[in-house]
């Protein structure tokens, strides 16, 4: 079955980096699009960043423009979200997920989810 692993989330402080990973079984990786999603406490979960299949393309949120940066390896079937200068509203559940083909910003248009790793940020 499909499997998608978050890894490196944890605790740092504002200003600070994570480098969160997510890897991928049981499906042809190339041939899906990933992204990221987040969840803050209270909030609904948000769109973070998204890549194609091929990589090619990256798509981010406003709010992580500039500072968040989404890439992957389809040799190791693994997708990552480099977080630098983070602050403390970036605090929240970070979830990968995966879509056949085309990325998207909507979260329902995935069809594989991730456990979730959390990052939380100091002030």
């Known amino acids: 079955q499909v499997q998608l692993v978050e890894s490196g989330g944890g605790l740092v402080q504002a200003g600070g980096s994570l480098r969160l990973s997510c890897a991928a079984s049981?499906?042809?990786?190339?041939?899906?699009?990933m992204g990221w999603f987040r969840r803050a406490p209270g909030k609904e979960r948000e769109f973070v960043a998204g890549?194609?299949?091929?990589?090619?393309?990256?798509y981010y949120a406003g709010s992580v423009k500039g500072r968040f940066t989404i890439s992957r390896d389809n040799a190791k079937n693994t997708v990552y979200l480099q977080m630098n200068s983070l602050k403390p509203e970036d605090t929240a559940v970070y979830y990968c997920?995966?879509?056949?083909?085309?990325?998207?910003?909507?979260?329902?248009?995935?069809?594989?989810w991730g456990q979730g790793t959390q990052v939380t940020v100091s002030s």
């Open positions: 890549i194609s299949s091929s990589g090619d393309n990256t």
């Open positions: 997920a995966a879509r056949r083909f085309s990325a998207s910003r909507t979260w329902n248009d995935y069809d594989y």
């Open positions: 049981g499906l042809t990786f190339s041939t899906y699009a």
